[in-house]
């Protein structure tokens, strides 16, 4: 049904939103739970920052982890000092990236879900001698669940979706970096509306899923389409 290339690209794309979906996870809770539970006066200012990508063109995010990745660039130079090169161009600049791009997309679902828990479910397993680890692992985390799973799909989608800063980070590197939104602009710029048309089918029918699978997991969301 699809042409090596298409599939390459699903593969691809498939893998980068994968471990971009894991690590945006591990790295949202505690950000999430920091956000929901403070009361530092810097806590707007922090909500602010991690919710710039949501505005910023992709582009801009791009050009930034560019030059701060490059040779040049403070990341750049460390991971060079460590023996491993530049980021720009690779996979898993693709997942730095992707990381920056889609985390407000993951922490807001979280920090909504923990900003929700009855307080006094936490509180009544502190006066039974519940650890604030125990509390947060045994009560927090089963009551966001709903939380995580719209968080990661949207993270996953919107990874999926992302096209200006790949384009920055990753070019155009045949099974290294083209994933189905470069190659889909590959296609219309050859001219090849034919593949185009696939791929573009296969995006608008991921798209329709993700957005049947939020509304399963998270029925509230309805109220903000």
Same mark, same amino acid.
């Given at each position: 049904?699809?042409?090596?290339?298409?599939?390459?690209?699903?593969?691809?794309?498939?893998?980068?939103?994968? &471990?971009?979906?894991?690590? !945006?996870?591990?790295?949202? =809770?505690?950000? %999430?739970?920091? #956000?929901? /539970?403070?009361?530092?006066? +810097?806590?707007?200012?922090?909500?602010?920052?991690?919710?710039?990508?949501?505005?910023?063109?992709?582009?801009?995010?791009?050009?930034?982890?560019?030059?701060?990745?490059?040779?040049?660039?403070?990341?750049?130079?460390?991971?060079?000092?460590?023996?491993?090169?530049?980021?720009?161009?690779?996979?898993?600049?693709?997942?730095?990236?992707?990381?920056?791009?889609?985390?407000?997309?993951?922490?807001?679902?979280?920090?909504?879900?923990?900003?929700? &828990?009855?307080?006094?479910? !936490?509180?009544?397993?502190? =006066?039974?001698? %519940?650890?604030? #680890?125990? /509390?947060?692992?045994?009560? +927090?985390?089963?009551?966001?669940?709903?939380?995580?799973?719209?968080?990661?799909?949207?993270?996953?989608?919107?990874?999926?979706?992302?096209?200006?800063?790949?384009?920055?980070?990753?070019?155009?590197?045949?099974?290294?970096?083209?994933?189905?939104?470069?190659?889909?602009?590959?296609?219309?710029?050859?001219?090849?509306?034919?593949?185009?048309?696939?791929?573009?089918?296969?995006?608008?029918?991921?798209?329709?899923?993700?957005?049947?699978?939020?509304?399963?997991?998270?029925?509230?969301?309805?109220?903000?389409?």
């Amino acid at each position: 049904m699809f042409s090596d290339a298409n599939l390459t690209a699903i593969l691809l794309t498939a893998k980068l939103a994968s &471990i971009v979906t894991i690590l !945006l996870l591990l790295i949202s =809770t505690p950000i %999430a739970w920091w #956000l929901a /539970r403070t009361r530092c006066r +810097a806590k707007v200012a922090i909500e602010a920052l991690v919710a710039m990508p949501i505005v910023l063109p992709p582009s801009v995010i791009g050009f930034y982890l560019l030059v701060a990745m490059g040779p040049e660039g403070p990341v750049g130079q460390l991971t060079q000092a460590l023996g491993l090169g530049t980021l720009p161009f690779t996979f898993s600049g693709l997942v730095i990236a992707s990381i920056f791009y889609s985390l407000p997309f993951v922490v807001q679902p979280i920090q909504l879900a923990f900003e929700n &828990i009855n307080e006094h479910y !936490l509180e009544a397993a502190a =006066t039974l001698g %519940a650890s604030p #680890l125990d /509390r947060f692992f045994t009560i +927090a985390l089963p009551l966001a669940i709903p939380g995580f799973l719209t968080g990661g799909i949207l993270g996953f989608a919107h990874t999926v979706g992302e096209f200006g800063v790949v384009l920055m980070i990753g070019g155009n590197i045949p099974d290294v970096t083209r994933v189905v939104s470069v190659q889909i602009y590959d296609y219309v710029e050859a001219l090849e509306y034919g593949q185009a048309w696939e791929l573009s089918a296969i995006m608008i029918a991921f798209s329709f899923v993700t957005l049947l699978l939020l509304y399963l997991f998270n029925p509230n969301k309805r109220k903000l389409a």
